[in-house]
């Protein structure tokens, strides 16, 4: 049996936050605000996982009320959703994401990011896909207000 799933997140850019997306540390003048390390694309990847299994979201399980998430690196959520998945017997198959911000310019580390993911869910860095695009100066993203990050999974038993 094969599934897929679906996952969209937006964080906000803010002065004085480190930028963690896809499980790496970036240089940047902005980092994202949120309750954890707030890794957009580590969130879209769990929401895409999670939704496949039929399992809710990322804020089903680990919700931003509560100090066990404050601040919590997203790899670990990344890790427990491939744990919460494979209690439902799946696997993760492959994923294809796209990242969607002006600033700072993301292929140089998509490499880095699929390195660091790979071995979170279980899969080769061949099974992983990252592109990035902007939104051409428009909207909150073209503004440098925020990020968004979109995941499409496979997952299998």
């Known amino acids: 049996m094969i599934r897929v799933g679906f996952g969209f997140d937006v964080h906000q850019l803010v002065e004085n936050r480190p930028m963690w997306l896809g499980g790496i540390l970036i240089e940047h003048t902005h980092g994202l605000l949120g309750h954890s390390d707030a890794d957009v694309l580590i969130h879209a990847i769990c929401d895409a996982l999670l939704g496949a299994a039929n399992m809710r979201d990322i804020g089903f399980h680990f919700p931003d009320t509560g100090a066990d998430y404050k601040d919590v690196d997203s790899k670990l959520l990344l890790r427990r959703s491939v744990e919460l998945i494979a209690q439902k017997g799946f ?55 925020g990020i968004t990050a979109y995941a499409t999974v496979l997952i299998e038993k």
């Open 91 to 145: 696997k993760v198959g492959n994923v294809d994401c796209t990242i969607v911000a002006e600033r700072p310019k993301i292929n140089p580390h998509v490499e880095a990011m699929k390195a660091c993911l790979a071995p979170l869910m279980n899969v080769t860095e061949e099974e992983i896909s990252i592109k990035a695009t902007t939104c051409e100066r428009m909207g909150f993203v073209g503004r440098e207000e």
